[in-house]
Every structure is written in structure tokens, then in C-alpha cells.
């Protein structure tokens, strides 16, 4: 019998062993994860978790019932080692599996602030639900709440906070890394606007206490009050097992067009994974819910016979300071932007096109566009900049 291994329960590891079970795949399915209970979503944990307004069920991917019903053994354990020459995975509790396909959906560990002070009580980040649970706890007695890092998890949990916090940035705008100018003005203003203080071009240079964080020290030396400090400076790529086993890293696992590493019966899906983006035309490691369980559909495809290159269309949504963001396409590259709609009415959309080509539309409370563009992206030939223009950017009067 031909057994999958999928190492790591998250989004992508969950959707990996529901789709093949979908596919019909009648071998052996192993979903190996280091996470306690069945596999959850991440996203509710910097939103509606964290507010309070979604209970743990409401995380959960499926109950434990999904896993017996579709013969998926969920296995509690942190694989330690993979031997492929025998194609056989170590766990670190002393336990063995064989595998004849093993899909690495490791994910992303959360990075942590090179600066003195960064292991005090106080200090801490977002990733889990173990985290979002103590962030909680900890909101419930912190005075001075100081989140370091303004990118989408920083933004959203000082949105769903419940209070007035400081965002500490060191860049010169928010979402620096993965939005448009337009964009992060409008969402500075929002967060201002919401009570947040936000200070743009400054780093953290350490982080001062006693038996807790009481004060964060700037780069310019400005000290500000802090008994909670929510440290949302991006994420590192899981990829100790893969290394380990030398295969290929470079900003994640590197893994061909068809989500395989260099060893044929190994793929590796999700935030881990660095593959050929078509939309980026250069080698990506993308952090979304639909990239998880897109590439974990193709993969489960491949194994079960029918193999197609990863091609889907990225896209993002956020929930922060009361707006939605959507984000169709890619920003990289882009030259050339359109704001289409009134940011003032708090209802628009940043066109960002390539070389005249359309490649990316981030939407703010504009639903109908984020879908066009969706939709738009995945036809032929993509919208030209002097086609859209003769519509006033209209998106919807492009589609067939
Ligand atoms: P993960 O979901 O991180 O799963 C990886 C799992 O593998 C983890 O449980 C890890 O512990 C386990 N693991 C690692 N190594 C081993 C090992 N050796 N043995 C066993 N297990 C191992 N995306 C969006 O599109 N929209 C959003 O609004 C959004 N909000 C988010 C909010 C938060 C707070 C976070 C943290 C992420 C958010 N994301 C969002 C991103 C999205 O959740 C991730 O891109 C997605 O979870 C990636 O799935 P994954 O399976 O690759 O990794």
C-alpha cells in the first residue's frame, strides 16, 4: 500500500490529506503535526479569536470525527530527521514511519527581535493558538501595549486589540513589504484615526525591565512605556528537516514548478515552500491562506496521477482598523499605479500594472473589484493599461 506522509497539520499539511482523500487516494494518509487537538486556521487568531468573538471551534479546519471517517491518521509528534534513501521519517519520541511519498508542510516560525531585552517576560509574538491565547490573557492586564512591526499581523492585532496601542515601524510606511504607498497611507490614517499612535522610520533598539518588559527604547532613543510588547517582524521559513536532509534552501525549500523538491518523492507546500511563481516570474515564497491550500491541491493532483504545474492566481484578504483589504495578483515589479474610486468615501482600489500590464489590484471595501480582478487575472490576454483606462479603471466592464 502506498502511504503519504504529510509532516506539519496547518493549513496546507490539512488541506494535503483532505484532498487526496477527495482524489480517491486509497493508501495509507499520515498527517504528522507538533500542535496539540486537530488542525486550525491562523487567521482568526490576530482577528476575531483574539477579540473574543470566535470560540476554539470556530478555528478548528475539521473535527476529530473528519479524521476517522476519511481513514487520515493525525498523529501528535515533531518528525526529527528524514531519511530518504530508506524513505523513512524519524520522530523525535523515538518513533519511525515509512513513507513512499512525504509532503513538507513545516510552515514558518515567527522572527524575534535581535536586540537586548527581547526574552523578558512581556515580550511576545503571534503565530499560534497557544500564542493568541497568552496575548490574550496578557491584554487583559497590560497597560502600555507597544507592537513592533508594522506589517499585516502587527496591524491586525492592534486592530482587534480592543485598546489604543503604538505601532513602532522601522520603515518608512506600513505593509512596507507587501502593499502600495497608496495603500499604507490610507491604512496609517485609519489606525490614527482608530486611536493607535504609529511611528514610521523607527527600529527598537532594546527592550528594558526587571521580572517583566516595562519600557521600549527606539533608535533614536526615545523611550515609551511597555508592559506588553507584541514583536510582528516578519517570519523564517520551516526548513531544518530539509536541510537536514540536503535538500535544496534558499528562503524555503526549494521545489520545482510542480511543487517537488530534488527528491522526487518529496514536495513541499505552503509558507515553507520557495517555488517558480508564473505570476511573479521569479522564484516566491508567498504567506497565504490560498496559497497553503492551492499548492496543497496540486500536490495531492500529482500524487495521485493527474500532475500539473502550480499556476493559481495569489490573492490575500485583512481585516484591520474596520476596513477589508483584498489583494488579487503580484505587486513585485510593478511601475505604474491607478487609484480607482474615493479613498475618502473609504471605497477604492490600487491598480498596479507591469510593463502596461495589469498584475495586481489591492481592493479596500470594494468586494466586486477584488473578484473582477480574480477573475480577470485567470482569462486571456491580461487587461492593458490603455484598455482599463478607456473604462475609467472600471474593472467589472472587463469581464466576459
Ligand atoms: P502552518 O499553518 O504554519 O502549519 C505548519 C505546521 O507545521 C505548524 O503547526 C508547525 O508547528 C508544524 N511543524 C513544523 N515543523 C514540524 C515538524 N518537524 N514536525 C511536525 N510538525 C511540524 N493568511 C491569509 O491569507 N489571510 C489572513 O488574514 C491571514 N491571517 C493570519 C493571521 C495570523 C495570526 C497568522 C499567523 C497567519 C495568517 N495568515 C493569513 C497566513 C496563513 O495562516 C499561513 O500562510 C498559513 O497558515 C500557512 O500554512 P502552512 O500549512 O504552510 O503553515
Redesign the pocket.
Known sequence: MTTVLV???????FQAVASLRDRGFDGRVVL????PGVPYQ??P??KAYLAGTAGLEQLHLRGADFFAEKDIELVEA??RSIDRAARKANFEDGRELDYDFLVL????RNRTLPVPGANLPGVLT??TRDDADRLRASLEQAEDVVVAGGG??GL?FASHAGRPVTIVEAQDRLLNRVATPEISAYFAELHRAAGHTVLLGQGVAALHGDERVREVELSDGTRLPADLVVVAVGVVP?TA?AEAAGLPVRNGVVVDAHLRTADERIFAI???ANFPCVQAGAETRL??????VDQARCVAAAITGTAEPYASLPW???DQAGAKLQIAGILSGADRTVVAGDPAEGKFSVLSFRDDVLVAVESVNRPADHIAARRLFTAEPKPAYADLEASAFDLKAHLK
Open positions: 509532516v506539519g497539520a496547518g493549513q496546507s499539511g504528522v503535526g507538533d500542535e491562523r487567521p487568531l490576530s515533531r518528525v508542510a513545516t510552515g514558518a503571534l503565530r499585516f499581523i491586525e520551516e528537516l505552503g509558507d515553507c504567506e497565504s491562506v490560498q496559497n497553503a490575500f484578504w485583512t
